[in-house]
Structures are given as C-alpha cells and as structure tokens.
C-alpha cells in the first residue's frame, strides 16, 4: 500500500489540487518520500505519524477513559507515537495537570492492552497538559489556544493539531464556534495540519446529519474531518477487502449468480447499560444500523476500488450505500422489536420499560431488522438480511455470505437431506476469522452428504496482535489516513436508508421479544416467508 | 510428550500425528515450520525464545541437536510434544548421532508442515557456508545470530559473501529501535544530512549494519566512532552547517536533542531473544534493506540480485579431517 501511495503522491507537485494546503504535509506519505531513511520495502519500521498534538474535549468522559487514554498509551508503548507529541485535555473539571495525571494514569493502567510500563508512562505523562473549562467560555478557550501555541514551539509539534470531540454533538456548535473564534481550526494560522475527530452519533436523520456535516465541514474543511465507526478499525473488517480482492477465489462468485442472501448480524447480550437518556432517544437502528452495520454492508457489496487509497475506495462504498433499496412491503420486510423480561445467560432480565431512566410507556426499539436489495448488476435479486438487537443470547458480530444450491444434485434425495447452503462466514466480533461450510460424505458405506465447516481463526494463524480498534484509528488520524474513515456523502447516504424506516415505524409500536431470545417472531416469519431461516451465529 | 530412543523417522512422523490426535488440537493452522538448529547446553534459552515467538506465530518447531558427529553408530532419539515447554507449539526434538547429522534433512523433510514456509535459525555458531548444511538448502528464509560467534565482525564479512536472498541475522533485527527512531527524526527535515557519525563499538556488529544502513540510504560515507559500552550509545547527524540531531540511549530509554528544543524521551525496550525471533518471523520475503546495509559494511555490491536458491555442497568432516 504504501508503495501506491507514495507514487501517488510524487505526482502531486505537478497536478497541485486547487484547495491543496501549500504547507507542506509532513509525516503524510508525501513526506515519506523524502525520508532517505523510510524505505517501502523495509518493512521493519513502524508508520510513525510526524510530531503533533492530540486535543481531546470531554476528556473526563467514559469514552476518553476507556478507550482513548489506553490507546493513547498503547500507542506509546508500541512505539508508534512520534518522539514529539502533546496530549491536551479540556473538560469541566477543576484539575490541575497532576490531578489529571493521576486519573488518566489509572484509566490508562486500568484498560491498556500491552503490559504496563512504567518508563513509557513518565514519559507520556510529561507530555500531557489539562485546561480546565466550560465549552462556553472563552478565556478557557483562550488559555487553550495559547497553551496549544505554546507547545508547539517548545515541543516542535510545528502546528500540527488533531481534536477529538468526545463531547455530545449538541454541544458540537458551541466548541467549534469557540475553536472558529480562537482561529484554533485554521491551518493558515497555526502553520501544520488542523484535524478533527468526531463520534458517532451523525445526527439523528439526514436533516440533522447535513446541518452536523455542514457546521463541522465549514470550520475544519471536509478533508480534515474523521469520523469514527469503530468498526472499521477491527482486523477483520480490512480482511474483508482482502479476502475479496487479493484472492482468486471468492471474487467469481461474489455476486447474484452464486449468492442466495446475505445475513449481517450485530448482536449485543447486554442490555443498554447507563446509556437510558441516549438510547430510548435513539434506537437500535439509528445506533447501529445506520452506521456500522451499513458500513458492513458497503464493503460486502462494493465494486472492487481501482487502488487501495481513501478516494477510491470511498467512492465504490458510496455507489453501493445510493443503490440500496427498501421493500415496498415494509409491514412484512422491516421489523422492530423491543425486549420483554426473560431470563439471559442464567440471571433475570428486566423488560426494556423496565430499565431505569426509560419511561413505561417507551415505543423505542432494541431490535431491527430489515430485508434491503441493492439494484446493481451484481446484486440484483439477493436479499440482504441486515439485524442487530440488545439481549439477545451472545454478543457476535458477522457477515454471512449464502450460496445458492447446486442446481443439479446427482444424488438421491435422501442422500442429501442433511445438506444446507453453502456457506462463507465472516466472523467479525468475537473469534475474528472466516468460517466456510460445505457438504462432505459422512464416513461409512451410504452415500450420506452432510454441512461441515473449516474454520480459520486469525488469532490462530496470525502472526501478530491485532490493535485495539481506537488504537488503529487514533494512529491513523494522526498519520492523515482517511481508509477507515466514512465521509460525509456515505452518513447522507445512510440515512436516506433509514428516513424511511423511522417513518414508517413510528405509527408502529414494536414487537416484543424475550431477553435471551434471538429477537421476535415477526422477524423469523419474516425470513420464512422468502423460504429461508436466519443463521445462528 | 513422547519420547522416542533409538528410533527411525517414520517413528516419529507417526508420534507427531498422533500427539496432534490427542493433543486436542492446540494448532490447527501453522504459519511456519522453525528449525532450530543449536547445541544441548543452548536448550535453555532456546526454549525461552521460542515460546515467546511462539504465542505470536502458530509453527512447528524442529530442533536439531547434533551430538558425537565421531559416534561409531548412527542413531537418533526424539521428543515429540505439543503445547509444552516451547510454547503454544508442535515440538519435535531431534537428537543425532554419528553420521546421521550429515543427513539430518532425510528426519527433517517428513517432517515440515505441509505447503507452509520453512525457517532455518542456528541458535550459534553459524557455518561457514550455508550450503553445506542441507537444513539451510530447503529453508526459505535463513536467520543466523553472528553475535555468538567467536568473531563477530568476521562472521558479518563471511555472512555477506555467503548471502543469499532470505538470509537474514539477529543483530540486524536488534537495531530496529533505532532505525525506527532515526527515521522518525527524518521525518521532520527537509535538507538533506550533511555527515553522520555511529558512536559505539566499532567490531560490533550491530553497530556496523547500522553504520551500514544510514550510508546505503543517504550516500555518505558513516563511520563507527568508539564509544563507551560494548553496542551503540548514539548516532549524530549533521544537516547543514549547525544543526545537529543527536540520538543516544541511556538505559530503557532514548533522548533525542535538537538545537533550540526540549529533549525528546522515546521508551527504548530491552528486548528478549524471543521478541527479536518474533520479530523475524514476522515476514518471510527477502529483507533488500538488511542487504543493502550488509553491503555497504563489506563492500559486497548488489546482494540483492544474487539468485535467492542454494544448492547443497557435500562436505564430509571425516574427509576434511584426513586432508588436514
């Protein structure tokens, strides 16, 4: 990859893009060129992002403390942070630098996934700076600004910023107002690259995405927003594109040809935790059919990209995310559910209305499911059977890709009466890897054809750990790799998938299911009724 | 475990399959088949190494132990052992005798996991010519550890006529630290160094590859200044007139100083046999940057186009002896 890249980029000084900065991005892979020392071919070195500063606002939060202090310190701690590097936090809280030292070592030591060092802390923490301050006031804005100017001359980060809003998106126009004033977000002024990283929600339908989109696109520039779906930082799903395209094998039956249906499923064994206010506003298909399982999607479905850069593979998600279609039957084909009490994993669990915070009364779902077709030549026909749900048996995220059976079985109909679909099975959470199912002869002197499956298991036959998901994206954020990142045009997309769902299911209350159950009748039914069964993952 | 006395090959082909039988599967897909080539009193540390490497890299382990090449009657003896002291791995350990170690690659053949890369690494005491020990013919990649020799700087001059496409030697791979960090100092400038100097040990071999690779990728020439303690202490590079980067360890841990700014702390682990192996292991193709390095140190020019095969030299120590 780095290879494509960076031929890309020698070509760039001759084609300069009419918005192209005219600093210099450094530590991007334009700089690599330049680096005698950085080789493609050694592949021994790290990709280490050029010297910067890591924002993050609401650094108190559960986010920043779970995930991105202990990414940030694996990061360090693996060696990948370049040698100059500042961590700013900015929250409400009255903490000097030490107090936050102190909290954000023990989250850190708490959630890190490489052992513990003491040696790469002390030097970590050297480098971490608390501002303390509300969202809405501006000396806090300004002490951040000049803490911001300040060590970048002392630390030679040279101007180079990313901003994490680990912050509520209604409070996303008040702190980039306040970044727009303090002229914190302009790449002119502080001399280095200027990004920002926002979380999931993207709004909560397309007028509220494009409005979110326009006011974080107008202060920072398109290019420069990330956007997290963690998701796409997991191993498995960049194997996906791998699976797909480096190999001979899967391509020529990737479409509507071979391919019966496709099921992806996201499920979740919890129930929605302390997230009360959020979820019963949101809903299991704006929290995660919207983006991550939509995104799943994408990268099953797409073309193959012409090159493995961010363009191109950003425009093939998006052509297929615009050729999604809903069924006209939404009655039968779009169901939603809402768990009862039951009893999960031998312990009792409460009904949804239930749960503290959500009233008695709540119609949100925590469970979806949908039949979508996508009008290409490719897929024309395949019903692509998308669910997600809370208490349900087990945590698993796949993909699974159903074959079509043999149009011609010489074999009598007893002999096969056991064999299913063909049958490849992307594994995404937990288990990463990719299982095949397939008939074999059962041993003994009848002819017996029964469903086995060959499993790879990629923590099996890999050679390396895989980075936590935040890690990966953080680092990637901070090297200016926009792969993993869904644009602007692919959340638009998205919700015009969704609109129509949400309307038409808010004249209808959702079906209930028992907690512990694989979700409601209705949802079964509605697979039966095509002739097919959902898979248990 | 099974152990095996005064056995055959087919034995202990038929004791792997077996152990892999009842073993309950601890690895069903291999990345790799290790052949490790070391002395008894070695086994320690190998053991340790390996079981490192070995929670990173699924593999079958093959150690090869030549014992009393003198012995009147050839004869081998085996452990075969899965998941036990070498690691989450297939272990077989191969004792021979007499002038079975000549052959050692009629046990080891059956033995390699089937259509999965195969790795050499002599533990010490690397051979003066790779081609004359079968187990380097058939291995696709070659790991040597020139540090264990009695002279180092020489093995390194030996290994770089002896190169061949997928050789590979530990104290190129313990540099790795630091060519990652002077990389990153790279990073950030825009002219280009002026002069370079490696302090450290100037016979050291690692501190040589280094030397070695900053002259490959900058064309210049970069020599090894003696410094206290025995590997590398810090590298300066000069651009220009009066900017001068200067990296050097202190412990765990590694200051970069440039003019006009705070000194940079990078954490610079102490990294065990077993990390350096898995870091090894982790690619299986030519490494061209470790031949361009092994280059410049001895002048050998354009290793990375020799053909990347080798073909077994018969050589008989029993012969050698009578002509001596």
């Known amino acids: ?537 | 475990m099974t152990t095996l006395w005064d056995t055959t090959g087919t034995e202990v082909v038929r004791a792997l399959a077996e152990e892999r039988g009842t073993g309950g599967g601890v690895t069903s897909g291999l990345a790799l088949t290790l052949v490790v080539v070391l002395d008894e009193k070695d086994t320690h540390d190998v053991e340790a190494a390996v079981s490192v490497a070995a929670a990173r890299h699924p593999m079958r382990v093959l150690a090869v132990i030549r014992r009393q090449i003198d012995a009147p009657v050839p004869r081998l003896d085996a452990e075969v052992e899965i998941g036990g002291r070498y690691g989450p791995v297939e272990t077989v350990v191969l004792r021979m005798y007499g002038r079975l170690a000549l052959h050692a690659e009629s046990v080891t053949l059956p033995l390699l996991a089937p259509d999965a890369p195969v790795v050499t690494w002599w533990y010490s005491e690397t051979p003066t010519v790779i081609a004359h020990d079968p187990l380097g013919v058939f291995a696709d990649r070659r790991i040597t550890n020139v540090i264990r020799d009695p002279d180092p700087s020489a093995s390194l001059r030996q290994r770089a006529i002896d190169y061949v496409p997928g050789d590979t030697d530990l104290t190129w791979t313990v540099i790795t630290p630091w060519r990652a960090a002077l990389a990153s100092a790279f990073d950030t400038m825009h002219t280009p160094a002026t002069s370079v100097l490696v302090k450290g040990n100037p016979v050291d071999p690692s501190a040589q590859l280094l030397a070695g690779w900053l002259s490959s990728c900058l064309n210049l020439y970069v020599p090894v200044e003696k410094a206290e303690g025995k590997y590398i202490s810090s590298v300066e590079v000069r651009f220009g007139d009066d900017y001068c980067v200067t990296l050097r360890n202190d412990g765990y841990k590694l200051i970069m100083s440039r003019p006009g700014q705070m000194d940079s702390i990078a954490p610079f682990p102490n990294r065990s046999t077993g990390d350096v192996l898995a870091e090894e292991l982790r690619r299986l193709d030519p490494d061209e940057p470790y031949a361009q390095a092994l280059g410049a140190v001895t002048g050998q020019h354009d290793l990375n186009s020799r053909p990347p095969t080798r073909v077994h030299i018969w050589k008989d120590p029993a012969l050698a002896d009578q002509e001596a």
């Open chain 1, 1 to 537: 990859m780095t290879a494509d890249v960076s031929e890309q980029e020698t070509l760039e000084p001759t084609t300069p893009a009419a918005s192209a900065p005219l600093h210099a991005p450094a530590g991007t892979p334009a700089a690599t060129v330049r680096n005698p020392l950085r080789d493609p071919r050694d592949r021994r070195l790290p990709r280490v992002p050029e010297p910067c500063a890591l924002v993050v606002f609401g650094v108190t939060g559960d986010l920043a403390r779970k995930k991105l202090l202990p990414a940030v310190y694996d990061l360090a701690h693996r060696g990948l942070l370049p040698p100059d590097f500042v961590l700013l936090g900015f929250a409400r809280r009255d903490w000097g630098d030490g107090d936050f030292e102190t909290v954000a070592k023990a989250a850190a030591n708490q959630h890190a996934r490489t052992a513990w060092d003491e040696d790469v802390w002390a030097r970590l923490s050297g480098d971490i700076r608390f501002i303390p301050g509300s969202f809405d006031d501006d000396a806090a804005f300004d002490t951040l600004a000049k803490s911001l100017t300040e060590v970048s001359e002392a630390h030679g980060i040279k101007g180079n910023a990313a901003f994490y809003l680990s912050i509520p998106p209604a409070l996303f126009p008040t702190v980039l107002q306040q970044m727009e004033r303090t002229g914190m977000a302009s790449e002119a002024a502080a001399g280095g690259w200027r990004r920002v990283v926002v979380e999931k929600p993207f709004g909560h339908d397309l007028p509220s995405a494009l409005e979110l989109n326009n006011l974080v696109d107008d202060v920072f520039g398109a290019e420069d927003v990330f956007r997290i779906d963690h998701y796409l930082g997991k191993e498995t799903v960049q194997n996906l594109m791998a699976l797909r395209f480096a190999n001979q094998l899967f391509e020529p039956v990737w479409n509507a040809n071979f391919v019966d249906s496709v099921q992806i499923t996201m499920a979740e064994d919890v129930g929605i935790g302390g997230r009360a206010g959020f979820y019963d506003a949101t809903g299991a298909a704006r929290d995660v059919l919207q983006n991550h399982l939509l995104q799943l999607l994408a990268l099953t479905a797409m073309e193959e990209p012409v090159e493995f850069t961010p363009e191109a593979i950003q425009v093939e998600k998006l052509k297929v995310l615009r050729a999604i279609t809903l069924p006209s039957d939404l009655q039968t084909y779009a169901v939603r559910g809402q768990y009862d009490q039951g009893w999960q994993a031998g312990e009792r669990a409460v009904a949804y209305t239930a749960e503290d915070g959500i009233p008695a009364g709540s119609t949100t779902e925590t469970y979806a499911a949908v039949r979508l077709g996508i009008d290409t030549r490719r897929w024309a026909g395949v019903p692509f059977y998308m669910r997600t749900g809370k208490r349900l048996p087990r945590r698993v995220t796949e993909i699974a890709i159903v074959f079509k059976k043999a149009p011609h079985l010489p074999f009598s109909h007893t002999d096969t009466e056991e064999l299913g679909h063909n049958q490849l099975v992307i594994r995404v959470q937990p288990d990463e890897g990719v299982t095949l199912k397939f008939g074999s002869k059962v041993p003994g002197s009848m002819m017996e054809v029964r469903d086995v499956s060959m499993d790879f298991l990629y923590g099996e036959a890999f050679t390396e750990s895989s980075p936590e998901a935040y890690e990966r994206l953080i680092l990637d954020v901070l090297l200016g790799d926009s792969t993993l990142f869904p644009r602007n045009s692919e959340v638009e997309a998205s919700w015009r998938v969704i609109d129509p769902l949400e309307q038409f299911w808010a004249n209808h209350p959702p079906e209930l299911y028992r907690a512990g159950e694989w979700g409601p009748k209705k949802a079964d039914e509605m697979l039966a009724r095509d002739g097919r069964t959902w898979r248990r993952p």
